[in-house]
């Protein structure tokens, strides 16, 4: 992703940045026509222009990512420390899986257009998979949620895309097919775009790709297979008769999760005063109230027994 076209100047750059991205903020909430919104968007890629992004330099103000994972490391339990940094030591792909927190950094100061979306915050290759859906529907997607926030559209893109070239790498693929693949990538979710934007609000909101559209996609005949094979393995694995008996056993009338140090265990009345009933009394009301009406009966169909400490 080279270029030889001259870049503006950063400092011009930001400020058009600035003051277009806060007139589009400005208009959310009014209607805008499809002409309003492309004509908008050749405004922010005026700004920001495609080969703006097609290459990155650290400054040298750059902090130490040694530094920066430590740091990351504040608020983490000490024994599980040296468990994350083995997993991260065994491959420059599971490297860059656990180090979201160095990606981010660097992207903080690229060129971004101010549009933010709700953002993955950690979209790289293996965070997309197939899983059920509430209504046990078996979808495509991502299937990690638990760094999203608020975010410039372009990172989880980046991070994607960047992830498929480390990906191809771990794989032994050659330079040039790992290339082709980020290319793709990026042009697959152009072309989605694209389709959204002549698309009405809640045809793109409910969109989502069926399992079955994602085997009809496999390059050929013996990836269909395998790929089937493998859905039908998933749809057999039930939690009640796989994972339950791995994860619990019974004391009394009572399951208790099964200790697995140093990944699961149960903290101690020292360790975590209050624990059991801050989730039994506080944690689970809150996301009671937070369930639509419909949904509360089968909630209170269920009981809490016991909280561990996972992984």
């Avoid at 992207?107 to 915050?121: I, K, M, S």
């Avoid at 299937?143 to 895309?161: C, G, I, Q, V, Y």
């Avoid at 480390?166 to 032994?172: D, E, P, Q, T």
């Avoid at 801050?278 to 269920?302: G, K």
Wanted: net charge positive; charged share 30%; glycine share 6%.
């Amino acid at each position: 992703m080279r270029t030889q076209r001259r870049l503006p100047k950063q400092g011009n750059q930001k400020s058009n940045v600035i003051s277009i991205g806060e007139r589009y903020r400005g208009l959310i909430g009014r209607y805008r026509s499809a002409d309003e919104r492309r004509a908008e968007g050749r405004a922010l890629r005026d700004a920001v222009p495609r080969e703006s992004h097609g290459h990155w330099k650290a400054p040298s103000d750059r902090r130490d990512p040694v530094e920066l994972l430590v740091e990351s490391n504040k608020d983490r339990m000490p024994q599980l420390i040296p468990i994350r940094h083995g997993r991260m030591v065994e491959s420059p792909f599971a490297f860059y899986r656990g180090s979201a927190a160095l990606m981010a950094a660097d992207l903080a100061r690229t060129p971004a257009t101010g549009l933010r979306v709700q953002a993955c915050g950690d979209a790289h290759l293996l965070n997309f998979g197939g899983f059920a859906t509430p209504e046990r529907n078996f979808i495509f997607d991502i299937n990690d949620f638990d760094e999203t926030l608020p975010a410039p559209w372009e990172w989880d893109l980046k991070r994607l895309a960047a992830s498929v070239v480390i990906a191809g790498r771990h794989l032994g693929l050659r330079e040039k097919d790992s290339a082709r693949a980020a290319r793709a990538t990026v042009r697959e979710y152009r072309q989605r775009m694209a389709d959204y934007s002549f698309m009405h609000a809640l045809d793109v909101w409910y969109d989502r790709i069926d399992i079955e559209k994602f085997i009809e996609r496999a390059p050929d005949e013996e990836t269909r297979t395998r790929v089937e094979q493998r859905i039908e393995k998933a749809r057999a694995r039930t939690v009640a008769e796989h994972d339950f008996p791995k994860l619990v056993e019974q004391k009394g009338s009572t399951p208790l999760i099964k200790d697995n140090p140093p990944l699961i265990f149960h903290q101690t009345a020292k360790e975590a005063p209050g624990m059991k009933t801050q989730f039994s009394e506080q944690q689970l009301a809150l996301y009671r109230d937070s369930l639509v009406p419909s949904m509360r009966p089968l909630f209170d169909r269920f009981h809490f027994c016991d909280p561990a400490m996972p992984p």
